[in-house]
């Protein structure tokens, strides 16, 4: 099983929709988690991080299931400067070893 | 504030060449250090991970190794590249952990695309 695990798209969806992403962990011992955006040939960046409690960003909510071991982010509204990679990031271990999701694919079309 | 600096943004280099990519760092002291890289359409897989000068941890086997000769430096070399080796390079670094932290999020230089012909 990988240790972190994505539905790789595609999604293609309209302006102004709601689409959302799950993204699942293999380490019960995982206590750090991120979603990063990826453009096209560009470097991760920082999307948000996710809280145990949930948190949420502007148009951006993410959410942690310990007990399922699945990280989810919703978009909603989705904007053409939407498209891109989106990246599920967990820490591995107690410290600061990430380990990166292959990611899914978004396309906001007009 | 804090930048990352990451050189060549491309290579192209033939098949058993040598390889050293150069990774600083500035405005931030004892960096956790980190080696991505990422083949075309894949995600992200960890290379090296460094937590001090001359402290580093290597995450799967191949014929690539990393030095951090001063805390803020961080180079990936290879005495002879493979075709395999062709992918995007990525250096990140995250501030180091204080006691009780569980981990921080990590930032990225603009990355290297490298070519082995």
């Known amino acids: 099983r990988k240790e972190v695990e994505q539905d790789p798209g595609p999604f293609n969806v309209p302006e102004g929709a709601t689409v959302a992403f799950n993204c699942t962990y293999s380490?019960?011992?995982?206590?750090?988690f991120f979603w990063y955006r990826q453009d096209c040939r560009k470097e991760p960046k920082l999307l948000m991080s996710?809280?145990?409690s949930g948190n949420e960003d502007g148009r951006f909510t993410a959410q942690l299931n310990r007990a399922s071991q699945y990280i989810s982010l919703l978009i909603r509204d989705s904007k053409l400067s939407d498209s891109a990679t989106y990246l599920c990031?967990?820490?591995?271990?107690?410290?600061?070893?990430?380990?990166f999701g292959a990611g899914t694919i978004l396309r906001v079309k007009s | 504030s804090q930048t990352i600096h990451q050189w060549p943004a491309t290579l192209v280099q033939p098949v058993g060449s040598p390889l050293s990519l150069e990774c600083t760092v500035e405005?931030?002291?004892?960096?956790?250090l980190y080696w991505y890289r990422q083949a075309a359409g894949r995600g992200l897989q960890l290379l090296f991970y460094?937590?001090?000068?001359?402290?580093i941890s290597s995450e799967v086997p191949q014929n690539l190794s990393a030095s951090r000769p001063q805390d803020r430096q961080f180079i990936l070399s290879s005495k002879k590249l493979l075709l395999s080796d062709s992918g995007f390079y990525l250096c990140?670094?995250?501030?180091?952990?204080?006691?009780?932290?569980?981990?921080?999020?990590?930032?990225f230089g603009q990355g290297t695309r490298l070519t082995v012909v």
């Open positions: 990140a670094w995250s501030p180091g952990l204080v006691f009780g932290e569980v981990s921080t999020e990590a930032f």
């Open positions: 380490n019960s011992a995982s206590q750090s």
């Open positions: 996710v809280y145990s």
């Open positions: 990031v967990v820490n591995k271990e107690y410290g600061n070893k990430l380990v």
């Open positions: 405005g931030t002291s004892n960096p956790n």
């Open positions: 460094s937590v001090g000068i001359g402290q």
